[in-house]
C-alpha cells in the first residue's frame, strides 16, 4: 500500500457515505479515488473533483483504491467486498443488516484472498467502550435488557450494534426465560443470545442504545448516545489507515482499538 491511502466510499450519497466522503476529504492521509452509489449519479462531491458513480469494477479499472469502504445497505456488502477484494483492495464495512451467513461469507472471503475485512456495526468510540461495559457487567448481573433508538429512516432492527452488544453480553450471562406472557405479540422484544432487545424508531433520534442490567435490588443503565454522524467518523478514519495491519476477518471495532 502506498504511503497515502487511496479509498473508494460506497453507499457515497447516503446520510454516512456523504459524512464518509468528507472526513477521507479532510484527512491529510486519505484520498477519496471514488464516491460509488446507486442513486444520484453524475453528482459532484463537495470538495473534491469527482461525481458519484455506479461501478465499482470500474472505479477499480481507472485508478487505485487500496481500501473500500462501504456504507450502502446489509443485503449489498458480501457482492462488493466480493469485487474489492477481487480486485485487491481492504474493505471496511459500516453497513449494518448482515446476516450470520453473510459474516461467515466474508470471513471465508478474506481468507480465501487474503485481503483484510473489518465489519463493524458501530464506529462511535463511546459505543464501543458501551458495549465493553456491558460486556464486562453482564459477567455480575443476573438479568439484562437493551433498548436501542434510532431515526425512523432506518431499515434493519435491531440495530446491529444491539445484536453486537447481545452476542457479548451471552458469552457471560445465560438468562433462562421468565415465563411471561405477550399479551401483545412482541412486547418483549426480539432474542439474541437470550437477551431482550427492544428497538424505537422515532424522527430526532440519530443513534443510542441502553443496556440495562438488573441485580437484586439494584439496576445499572449503561447509554450511549451518536447525537451526530461525525461521532462515527473517528472510528472510520481510523479503520481505514490500521485495516491493513489486521489480517483476515474482523467484526468489531474494538479489535482494532486494543479493549
Ligand atoms: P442511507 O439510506 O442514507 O444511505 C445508503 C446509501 O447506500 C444510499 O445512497 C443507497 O442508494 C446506497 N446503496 C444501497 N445499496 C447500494 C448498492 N448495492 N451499491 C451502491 N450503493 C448502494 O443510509 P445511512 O443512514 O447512510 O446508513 C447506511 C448504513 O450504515 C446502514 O446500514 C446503517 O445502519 C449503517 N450505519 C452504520 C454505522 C456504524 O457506525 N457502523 C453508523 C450509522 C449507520
Same mark, same amino acid.
Given at each position: 500500500?502506498?504511503?497515502?491511502?487511496?479509498?473508494?466510499?460506497?453507499?457515497?450519497?447516503?446520510? =454516512?457515505?456523504?459524512?464518509?466522503?468528507?472526513?477521507?476529504?479532510?484527512?491529510? =492521509? /486519505?484520498?477519496?479515488?471514488?464516491?460509488?452509489?446507486?442513486?444520484?449519479?453524475?453528482?459532484?462531491?463537495?470538495? *473534491?473533483?469527482?461525481?458519484?458513480?455506479?461501478?465499482?469494477?470500474?472505479?477499480?479499472?481507472?485508478?487505485?483504491?487500496?481500501?473500500?469502504?462501504? @456504507?450502502?445497505?446489509?443485503?449489498?456488502?458480501?457482492?462488493?467486498?466480493?469485487?474489492?477484494?477481487?480486485?485487491?483492495?481492504? *474493505?471496511?464495512?459500516?453497513?449494518?443488516?448482515?446476516?450470520?451467513?453473510?459474516?461467515?461469507?466474508?470471513?471465508?472471503?478474506?481468507?480465501?484472498?487474503?485481503?483484510?475485512? /473489518?465489519?463493524?456495526?458501530?464506529?462511535?468510540?463511546?459505543?464501543?467502550? =458501551?458495549?465493553?461495559?456491558?460486556? =464486562?457487567?453482564?459477567? &455480575?448481573?443476573?438479568?439484562?435488557?437493551?433498548?436501542?433508538?434510532?431515526?425512523?429512516?432506518?431499515?434493519?432492527?435491531?440495530?446491529?450494534?444491539?445484536?453486537?452488544?447481545?452476542?457479548?453480553?451471552?458469552?457471560?450471562?445465560?438468562?433462562?426465560?421468565?415465563?411471561?406472557?405477550?399479551?401483545?405479540?412482541?412486547?418483549?422484544?426480539?432474542?439474541?443470545?437470550?437477551?431482550?432487545?427492544?428497538?424505537?424508531?422515532?424522527?430526532?433520534?440519530?443513534?443510542?442504545?441502553?443496556?440495562?442490567?438488573?441485580?437484586?435490588?439494584?439496576? /445499572?443503565?449503561?447509554?450511549?448516545?451518536?447525537?451526530?454522524?461525525?461521532?462515527?467518523?473517528?472510528?472510520?478514519?481510523?479503520?481505514?489507515?490500521?485495516?491493513?495491519? &489486521?489480517?483476515? @476477518?474482523? &467484526?468489531?471495532?474494538?479489535?482494532?482499538?486494543?479493549?
Amino acid at each position: 500500500m502506498s504511503e497515502r491511502i487511496q479509498v473508494a466510499v460506497v453507499g457515497a450519497a447516503g446520510r =454516512m457515505g456523504k459524512t464518509v466522503c468528507a472526513a477521507v476529504i479532510d484527512d491529510p =492521509m /486519505l484520498d477519496l479515488t471514488a464516491a460509488i452509489d446507486r442513486v444520484s449519479l453524475g453528482e459532484p462531491v463537495p470538495g *473534491v473533483d469527482l461525481v458519484v458513480e455506479r461501478d465499482l469494477q470500474g472505479a477499480f479499472d481507472s485508478r487505485a483504491v487500496d481500501v473500500v469502504v462501504d @456504507f450502502s445497505l446489509g443485503e449489498a456488502v458480501l457482492a462488493n467486498a466480493t469485487l474489492a477484494t477481487a480486485n485487491g483492495a481492504h *474493505v471496511v464495512i459500516g453497513a449494518t443488516g448482515t446476516s450470520a451467513a453473510d459474516r461467515q461469507a466474508l470471513e471465508q472471503l478474506a481468507l480465501d484472498r487474503q485481503r483484510n475485512i /473489518l465489519l463493524a456495526p458501530n464506529f462511535a468510540v463511546g459505543a464501543i467502550l =458501551m458495549m465493553k461495559m456491558a460486556q =464486562m457487567g453482564a459477567a &455480575y448481573c443476573d438479568r439484562a435488557e437493551i433498548i436501542e433508538l434510532h431515526h425512523d429512516k432506518k431499515l434493519d432492527a435491531p440495530s446491529g450494534t444491539a445484536i453486537l452488544t447481545a452476542q457479548l453480553m451471552a458469552e457471560q450471562l445465560v438468562q433462562g426465560d421468565l415465563g411471561d406472557k405477550e399479551t401483545v405479540s412482541g412486547a418483549r422484544g426480539g432474542d439474541v443470545g437470550g437477551i431482550p432487545i427492544h428497538s424505537v424508531r422515532l424522527p430526532g433520534f440519530v443513534a443510542h442504545q441502553e443496556v440495562i442490567l438488573g441485580f437484586l435490588g439494584q439496576t /445499572l443503565t449503561i447509554r450511549h448516545d451518536s447525537v451526530d454522524r461525525t461521532s462515527f467518523m473517528p472510528g472510520v478514519i481510523l479503520a481505514v489507515k490500521k485495516i491493513s495491519e &489486521y489480517p483476515g @476477518f474482523t &467484526y468489531g471495532l474494538d479489535k482494532f482499538l486494543d479493549l
